[in-house]
């Protein structure tokens, strides 16, 4: 398969250039850009991409372009500072620009190159320094008012470098522009398809497990059933899956997640009804770090007593995803600072001394989401939307109790089936903005206030919506669904839901709130 490599030279956006690279069914792999040669070249690259980053290229100790890339002879697609390193390295000059560049650009192409189209197009800047001088035997392509220098390019080392960043959303046709760089430029063949990555990880699972056997926790999420889809299709009955019911998952997500795995794909699967046990462990419990603590430690013991009365299989599946891969990795800029514990439930400690099969470790959330419909999950569960793991009991704030709990998923699944309705439950890309929502869900407040139902004062709870887009979840943005719907869900669940007498909006962004109240 052919790859290509992407350093990462700490930019915010270097996870979306893998992304689009991906989308154009190219592999390819993030690595922190003082990764030591052998492991780069490991993939046997056929390019090389340089992400952004927040530093200046003359800044003491700032990251440098290491030697081997230049000495490879293989293309280079350099991104803003990538673009900055490539120049420094090759003998050109970079300058601090006279004014900040953020935002929307126009640029114009007046040189063909078989990168970007000749003509003008809008970009998306951001951008300190700048290029003054191109290193010898690179051609200057593109020019914005702000960057006379935009876009540079040498045509015999097959050298790029782009000033803006074709990665984001905000430049529009970015990612013809990295389909060209890889398909066209380096030459890699576009065969990274879900098919292709089932039949490889099908292929290694085999090799890792031989003839033994194999667990699998199962939360309800996405990744943990897709990774137990595909082992199950690797090595059929030699794989037992755990599924523990917590009871705070979505209205009829446990039974979605069972029938999915136990009767379409024939998944041994052991289902653990163990509500009771969790509401017990939450009783009387209001704060939002002992309620995952508690619930992260509870599915362990559940799991563990299960493993035992299963014989305690050697191996274990985990749906560990490329995200987290990379960001346990990435340059320590990125790693962000600990607000919330986010445990996976179903992530489980070393200490249980299971050798692991992690078959998603090299895929994207949308990557997932395409193997796990090429396996055989229904599109409904495929698609979910994220949940954090320990469920409900973070958007029942309070005490959770299964009345309380029961209130709440009544009028999440309302919330759920207008959005559903009216298409707004997935995110739509239309020009510039957004719409739809990344994530929508409701959330219990412990707040009573008064209403008036028919002639009768009320007492009673407040539910409070949130629904967000967003690409990354690092940061999100409110979403603007239209009044009268708003309306409409409002109006159902004060109607529908017994003990609630008020709905309201949360129009707050991330930051400075974060997407989940607790
Ligand atoms: P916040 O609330 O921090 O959430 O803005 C960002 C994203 O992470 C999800 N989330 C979790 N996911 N375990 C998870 O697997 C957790 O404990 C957890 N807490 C939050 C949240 O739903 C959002 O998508």
Redesign the pocket.
Known sequence: MDTIAILDFGSQFSQLIARRVREAQVYCELFPWDAPQKTVMAIQPKGFILSGGPDSVYEAGAPRLADYILNSGLPILGICYGMQALTLALGGKVGAAAKREYGFAEIDTDVENPLLPTGSRKVWMSHGDRIEQPPEGFLIICRSTHSPIAAIYDENRQYYGVQFHPEVRHTPGGEEILRRFVVDICRAQPAWTPESIIKQGVENIRRQVGDQTVLSAISG?VDSAVATALVQRAIGDQLTAIFVDTGLLRQNEAAQVQSALQKTLGVELVVVDAVDSFLHALRGVNEPEEK?RIIGELFIRTFEKYAKQLGKPPFLVQGTIYPDVVESSAPDRAKAHR???????GGLPSDLNFKLIEPLRYLFKDEVRLVGEALGLPAELVWR??????GLA?RCLGEVTLERVQRLRAADAIFTEELTAAGLLRMHQSGDAPSGTA?AFAVLLPVQSVGVMGDHRTYQECVALRAVTTED??T?DWARLPHDLLARIANRIVNEVAGVNRVVYDITS?PP?????E
């Open positions: 999420g995952r607000i919330k514990t986010h445990h996976n439930v939307q994220p949940f954090p793991g320990p973070v994530q979840f690092m999100a991330k709130a974060t997407i989940e109240w």
